[in-house]
Every structure is written in structure tokens, then in C-alpha cells.
């Protein structure tokens, strides 16, 4: 029985039946709905429905279907079945729900994130007639007169039709009237968003196929000689490309469509109007066209050794050991025995280098998956990844939450970064950490994690054989690891305060760099020209009017920018409190260095890569070939240029501010800046073992910079690991961060108090706050700090869990903090 044969029967005295149904929507627990007797036979786990929840419409995903019928209320029928056959696996919903009870939100939100926007169908307001209407109109004005004679001859009118009617776009408040009258009543109508992409191809007719008849037709042409040249290219491009495309033809021909429709009237050719794809199709190919090294072929071996006891396996090895190569070799096989392979990065965005690489082995059993794909794109690859047409896929965190089929591989590269933490909105994952779990859904599917800078949680995992541990110390072909300098800056002439960009030595070693024809990368993790300025005579600092952090000058737009909520302020050149006009600007962006780059070496090409300089979806693919082709001689920029770029002739790599990565606020600063230096230290002598990096610090005796200058990630975590005991931090310790927001401070603030008050109860609970931090406003909403401290036990930490989630819908009933935002972020970076 098909979907449109369905006939709604609600009277049958039949045994009725239930559903628990996922929407899209922040909710405390999932609803129950009745499903009526003539969509039972239809009615699955994991099917879209259409369900009514306070008079709108959403699409909704079926959990679970029972009979029992739930006690204190009347659930509301189903409206409508959206599917024939799910959407979604029986091992996503139990993912989903995993993740809902791990990190503190709905599984309304974890489906938000992951169905498409197209599979959630959008909701169009109608106005329906009220029936018990006394059809008085002796109070309308025109607009409501028109507006309502027009819904009692139809009965029902969408707001495009009453924005048609009055001849106006903002119709609210016509519509608001009537409702208020008693006219009509609001209801919402379900449409689908999502249309196949159609083309039109030309075919030949078929009394044409047999080479005789054709040949007949071309040596008795009578007709317009055009037509007999649109019909010659038509045949050529069959012949080279095999189908057809109506525009394709006529642009490779130069012909008209008027020519094209002669031919199609003479039954010579015909067209057809087909569904296609909208993603990129490359032909299916394996071809694995390299040898591993010994070391590779080593690691490899024990990998899988790893693999036959353990489902987690930790790959650690040095920057431009071969990793990939592992990685390539470990999805053929998954590829071989028909199951699916999923190869997580960081930021797809910045990795199109690994993109061309895997493309180049496995041609089109590989899909992409990014953000950067439209609603339609989106649609398409989610089914072909559900049929298993899709067999192994290249994507960042979102990838994970794709409906697999038989996933047999789970790739996590560059398991350390922490663009796999989803922050805003829910739910906030960590795509590593939730990779293992979903592994676990498939039966004998494994986790390999690689990284040549580990996590020290990860680490820790390993040394205490929770997770397996293969390590490749060794360059490819045995090349050097870079040699790191420290350059101590503190002593060197500053003019007017402004801080120091190259340093002497610098500049030496990049003319060094540029005369052997090599090429160089300089690395500062802020954009901008200048992260904040001065008043030399009061000492204000111009901030953001929404936000409490100062603002960035961007020198190409000539504006001050809020990094925070994106605002734009004209350049300040008085001071607002004491009118003086003298004004300093303080450390420096990525803009500030390009600029200063280019004045010392004029005749050099130089280049930025950050988020500013970087806007089209392809541009940052064309930046990395314009540097592959040594096009480039100088690239400066973000973190962007730590992520999986590999360049054969780049010697230099540039510092230029390792005190910011030092210096901060967090218990994880020197992981990460020990994680972001070794990294990009990496992108030098990758090819011939002779890259130096320069490091320009003003405490050249700090550990961490030891660390680096030896590549000692053993000794950086051994350094590490005994501060976190002695603090109790992770890996001995799970955290809960919970953040308030209000527009009103003492409003967060005093929810904080109380919350924090509440779970002081829990003796297993350290509750650290509640504090502002560092950023204490943002888009005019102050913010405080929970930080909860649990012990590392499966059934306590569940039990602290569904404390606060009680906690906070505690707080929230009272009506003074019901306005305010409260965020739990489990496991936090």
C-alpha cells in the first residue's frame, strides 16, 4: 500500500497503537502521538511523520511504537506518513540517544543537527476560515474586509495569497485583527523542500541505431546545413562522452535551440527530461599506486595486530611520517571486504590537499561531506550513504552523524584538534570521543586515531591499555625533523613600542630562504591588522558595544571589528574619554604582518591565508595549488596553515608570537601551544629534511618551548600528566561546564549562585564558581561560569548528569530565571 492510498479512518475499533516521536525542537522528553489504524501497516522506526504541536507542524522521526497508552492525557493522532521506508537506522537512534544522556541535550537538538534541512519539511502558515463566524463586518477597515470576503469564498488562504490580495508584503497585522475577530484561526501546511535536479539529454532516435539507417540519413541530408552540423557535433560528443546534454550541445556546437527542436520534430533526435545528481561524479577506481616504507609496513602490521583485541587504536606519528599513507591502506581493505569507511579531518575546508590525495586512490566510491554543501547536495548524499552506494566518506565532526549502513572503519585524523568539539549550538560533541561509541554500534568495527601531537587524554588511554598504541617516530625516507631556534626578543630596539614582527635573524634566515629558492610560511594565530588600540594619554581602549572585548582593526576594510558577534565600527581616531587623538595600536594580526612582509622584500610574492582573506568556497583550494606551484614565495597566516598541508619546498617556517600561545588562562595552554608549534614546524623540510623553524618568544627558558625545540611529546606529557593529577583535571576527572546567560548580570549571576548552592549537596561534585569569563558580555548578554568536577566512575558521573539536568529545569520553573540561558557543555575543551 502506497503513502497516497492511505484513507483516514479514525472510527475502526481497532487495538491502538503509539508512537514516541523525535522533533526538531528543545523539548524535556520526547511525545507520544496516536497512530491511526490506516498507517499502521506503514508505521516504522526511524520513518518521517507529520505531527501537530501547538497548532504548527513539524516533521518528526518515530523512536519506538507501543501499545500502552500513556496515562494523564489523550495523545493527538498522526497527521500524515512522509516515508516509505526510513530515514534513519535503528543504530542512529540508539547513537542519538547516547549522545542526548552524555551531553546534557535532546535528542530533538542531535536530530536538528543531523537530518538535513530539506528532510524537515518547512511550515507555511495558512488562515482558515472560521465557520462559526456571524459574518458581521459593520468594525473592518478596508484591508480586513478584503482579506476576509476573499477566506469566506476559499476557505483557506496562504500568506503569499493575502500579501496578493492587499498588494503589501507586511501583512502581520491585518492577520492579527482578524484572528483576534474571531474570522479565522492560523494553521500550519507541510511542504517539501527538497527537488530533484532535472536535465534534459539528447538522445538519437532509435530507427537511427543501426549503422545503415544512419548512414542512409547522413548521405541523403536534404535539409539546412546547420541542422546537419548540429546532428555531426551531436554524434561526436556521443561518442567521446557518451550521454548528452541539451546545453552542453548547443554550446559545443554553436548552435539554436530552434535547430535543436527541427531535429527532434523530424524524429532524427529526441529529448528527455531526467533526474541527475548534484554531486561531483568521478569515475570508480582503486588505485593505490605507492609502496609503504618499512616503518610504514611495520606500523601498519601492528595496527592491525592492534585492532584483532582492541576496537581504539592510537597512531601517533611525527609530522610527515606517512600517516595517510596508512590511513589509504587501511580503507582498501575496508573498501574489499564491502563495508564502509569514514575518514574524519579536522576542518574539510582546510584540507584539500588530503581531499585530491584520497580522490586520486579511490575516484568516486569516496563522497565528500562538509558544511560548505547546499540543503539539495546535503539530501542526496545522506541517501546514497544510507543505501551503501556511498562507501567510504571524507568529512569533518558532522560526518559522524550520517545514517552508515555497515561501517566498518572509523579514521579520526588529527584526533588532538579541537575543531572536532562542536561549541555552538547543541549538541556540543566531541566528535573523537563520539566516534568510539558509534564504532561500537558495528559489529567488528575499529577506531584508529592519529595525531603526531596526541591529546593527553588519548594518551593516557593508551598507557593505561585502554586504547592500542602504534608509534611512527621516523620522517618518510628518513627525512630530518626541523630544526627549532629560539629567538629571545625582550632585548631587541622597539621604535615607538610597537612590537617586534621579524626580527634581525628573521629576516636573515628568509633571505637565506628566498635566495636558495625556497619557500617560507610564517605562523600568527590572530587575523587582523592590530588586535586593539590604545589612548596613550588615559589608556581607553575602544570595545564593542554588544561585547566586552576590544576591537580588532582590520586595515583592508579600514574598520575596527568585534571578533565576537561580528559587529563593524568605524576607525576611532579621538578619544572618547579625554578627546586626545594620540593613539598606539598594540600587538599584531596576520594583515600587519603581510604588510610589513611585502616592504622588506619587494620583490618577493606574498600571500595570507585567514578567514578574511579566504571568503569563496573554493578559495582556499586555489591559495594551496598557487603555493604548490611555488607561485607563492611568503605565505602568512592562522592556524589554517597547521592543517594537514604538505609542501615539498618550504625550508622556512616563522613563530612570530609564541608568548600568546603561552601565556593564557586555561589548564590546557601548554598542550595546545606545545600541539599548534609542533605542528606547524612540521610544514618545513618535509621533502629534504633541512627546514628550520624560528620561534620568537620572550621566555626562550620555558618548558614547553624546551619540549618543542627537541619534538619530546613524551616529555611534554609526562610534564603535563603530574600537574593534572595534583589538580585533579582530565584524564583524572570528567567536567562539566555550565554557562548562564541574561541580559541582566545579577540575573546570571544569582542562577548561577543557586545552581551551584544546589549541587554543593553531591559530596562527589567539586563545584568550582560561579565566575565571569575572561569574555564576561557577549551580544549584550552577561555570562557566569559553572565548572563541575566529577570522579572518573561510569555510574556516578550518569548520576551527576541527571542532577543537573534536574537542577536546571528546577531553576527554570521559577519564573525570575526563566529567561535564562543555561548551557551545560560536557567534557569541555
Not at 525542537?25 to 518521517?48: A, C, E, K, M
Not at 569514514?342 to 585530491?356: G, K, N, S, W, Y
Not at 620572550?698 to 611534554?716: C, E, G, M, R, W
Request: hydrophobic share 40%; with cysteine.
Amino acid at each position: 500500500m502506497s503513502i497516497s492510498e492511505i484513507n483516514l479512518d479514525f472510527t475502526k475499533e481497532e487495538k491502538p497503537l503509539y508512537a514516541e516521536i523525535i522533533v526538531p525542537l528543545f523539548l524535556p522528553q520526547n511525545y507520544t502521538w496516536q497512530v491511526p489504524h490506516d498507517f499502521q501497516p506503514v508505521v516504522s522506526t526511524g520513518i518521517r511523520v507529520e505531527v501537530a504541536l501547538r497548532n504548527k507542524k513539524y516533521t518528526g522521526i518515530v523512536k519506538r511504537i507501543f501499545h500502552d497508552k500513556p496515562e494523564g492525557f489523550n495523545p493527538k493522532p498522526i497527521l500524515n506518513v512522509l516515508d516509505d521506508e526510513p530515514l534513519v537506522y535503528e543504530k542512529q537512534l540508539q547513537f542519538w540517544r547516547w549522545m542526548a544522556q552524555y551531553y546534557l541535550c535532546t535528542e530533538g537538538d542531535i536530530m536538528q543537527a543531523a537530518i538535513p534541512s530539506n528532510f524537515k519539511l518547512s511550515s507555511e502558515s495558512v488562515l482558515i476560515w472560521n465557520e462559526a463566524f456571524d459574518d458581521s463586518y459593520k468594525d473592518f477597515d478596508d484591508e480586513e474586509f478584503l482579506v476576509a470576503e476573499a477566506l469566506q469564498l476559499k476557505n483557506e488562504l496562504r500568506l503569499s495569497e493575502v500579501q496578493q490580495i492587499l498588494d503589501a508584503t507586511h501583512v502581520y497585522p491585518v492577520i492579527k485583527r482578524l484572528i483576534e475577530k474571531q474570522v479565522c484561526f492560523i494553521w500550519e501546511e507541510l511542504k517539501q523542500k527538497y527537488k530533484e535536479k532535472k536535465e534534459v539529454f539528447i538522445t538519437l532516435h532509435p530507427k537511427f541505431h543501426q549503422e545503415k539507417e544512419l548512414e542512409s540519413l547522413l548521405n541523403e541530408w536534404s535539409g539546412a546545413p546547420k541542422q546537419m552540423e548540429l546532428l555531426l557535433a551531436f554524434l561526436h560528443v556521443q561518442k567521446t562522452e557518451g550521454e548528452v546534454k541539451q546545453p552542453e550541445l548547443l554550446k559545443k556546437s554553436g548552435a539554436t535551440n530552434a535547430q535543436l527542436k527541427a531535429l527532434i520534430t523530424k524524429n532524427i533526435l529526441l529529448a528527455e527530461k531526467r533526474s541527475v545528481t548534484r554531486l561531483q561524479v568521478l569515475p570508480r577506481q582503486l588505485k593505490i599506486d605507492f609502496e609503504l616504507s618499512d616503518a610504514q609496513q611495520k606500523s601498519l602490521d601492528k595496527v592491525k595486530e592492534v585492532f584483532k583485541d582492541q576496537n581504539v587504536c592510537l597512531l601517533h606519528g611525527v609530522t610527515a611520517s606517512g600517516k595517510t599513507q596508512l590511513y589509504i591502506k587501511l580503507i582498501e581493505e575496508q573498501l574489499l571486504q564491502g563495508k564502509q569507511a569514514l575518514f574524519m579531518l579536522p576542518e574539510i575546508a582546510l584540507t584539500a590537499q588530503v581531499i585530491r590525495r584520497i580522490q586520486h586512490h579511490f575516484g568516486g566510491y569516496i563522497a565528500v561531506y562538509h558544511s560548505k554543501f547546499n540543503p539539495n547536495e546535503r539530501v542526496e548524499l545522506w541517501n546514497k550513504v544510507k543505501s551503501g552506494e556511498i562507501k567510504i566518506v571524507l568529512g569533518a565532526r558532522s560526518s559522524l552523524l550520517l545514517p552508515f549502513q555497515d561501517l566498518g572503519l572509523i579514521i579520526v585524523d588529527e584526533e588532538h584538534d579541537a575543531s572536532y568539539k562542536q561549541q555552538e549550538p547543541a549538541p556540543r560533541y566531541n566528535a573523537r570521543d563520539t566516534a568510539i561509541f558509534y564504532a561500537s554500534l558495528f559489529d567488528g568495527a575499529r577506531v584508529l586515531l592519529g595525531s603526531a601531537t596526541p591529546s593527553i587524554e588519548t594518551y593516557f588511554n593508551c598507557k593505561n591499555n585502554k586504547y592500542g598504541l602504534v608509534e611512527l617516530m621516523e620522517r618518510y625516507e628518513n627525512v630530518a625533523m626541523p630544526e627549532i631556534l629560539l629567538e629571545d626578543i625582550t632585548y631587541l630596539p622597539k621604535e615607538n613600542g610597537a612590537p617586534v614582527l621579524l626580527s634581525p635573524a628573521m629576516q636573515t634566515m628568509m633571505q637565506q630562504a628566498l635566495d636558495a629558492k625556497k619557500q617560507i610560511i610564517l605562523f600568527q594565530n590572530r587575523r587582523g591588522y592590530s588586535p586593539y588600540q590604545i589612548c596613550n594619554t588615559c589608556g581607553w581602549i575602544p570595545q564593542c558595544k554588544n561585547c566586552a572585548v576590544s576591537l580588532t582593526y582590520h586595515k583592508g576594510k579600514n574598520k575596527l571589528s568585534c571578533h565576537y558577534c561580528g559587529t563593524d565600527y568605524p576607525v576611532v581616531n579621538t578619544c572618547i574619554a579625554c578627546g586626545s587623538h594620540d593613539f598606539t595600536r598594540k600587538k599584531f594580526g596576520t594583515e600587519q604582518i603581510e604588510e610589513a612582509v611585502s616592504e622588506i622584500f619587494l620583490t618577493s610574492n606574498v600571500a595570507r591565508m585567514d578567514y578574511d582573506s579566504l571568503r569563496g568556497k573554493y578559495s582556499h583550494d586555489a591559495l594551496i595549488k598557487i603555493f604548490e606551484q611555488q607561485k607563492i614565495d611568503i605565505l602568512i597566516g592562522t592556524q589554517m596553515v597547521v592543517k594537514g598541508l604538505d609542501f615539498e619546498h618550504v625550508s622556512l617556517v616563522g613563530i612570530l608570537d609564541a608568548d600568546g600561545m603561552l601565556n593564557f588562562p586555561d589548564f590546557r595552554v601548554n598542550e595546545r601551544a606545545f600541539q599548534l608549534m609542533e605542528q606547524v614546524s612540521g610544514r618545513a623540510g618535509r621533502k629534504d629534511g633541512k627546514g628550520k623553524v624560528l620561534v620568537q618568544v620572550s621566555n626562550p627558558n620555558h618548558p614547553v618551548l624546551q619540549f618543542v625545540k627537541k619534538h619530546d611529546y613524551k616529555a611534554l606529557y609526562d610534564y603535563e600528566i603530574e600537574s593534572r593529577r595534583q589538580f585533579a583535571y582530565p584524564p583524572f576527572s570528567r567536567l562539566i561546564k555550565v554557562t548562564f546567560k541574561h541580559k541582566e548580570q545579577h540575573i546570571a549571576e544569582e542562577a548561577a549562585t543557586i545552581m551551584g548552592r544546589a549541587l554543593e549537596k553531591n559530596k562527589q561534585m567539586e563545584i568550582v564558581g560561579p565566575a565571569e569569563p575572561l569574555v564576561n558580555r557577549v551580544r549584550n548578554q552577561y555570562l557566569f561560569e559553572l565548572l563541575i568536577k566529577m570522579p572518573k566512575d561510569a555510574k556516578m558521573m550518569t548520576h551527576c548528569r541527571r542532577q543537573i539536568m534536574q537542577q536546571i529545569v528546577i531553576l527554570q520553573s521559577n519564573k525570575r530565571y526563566a529567561r535564562v540561558t543555561i548551557l551545560p557543555d560536557v567534557d569541555p575543551l
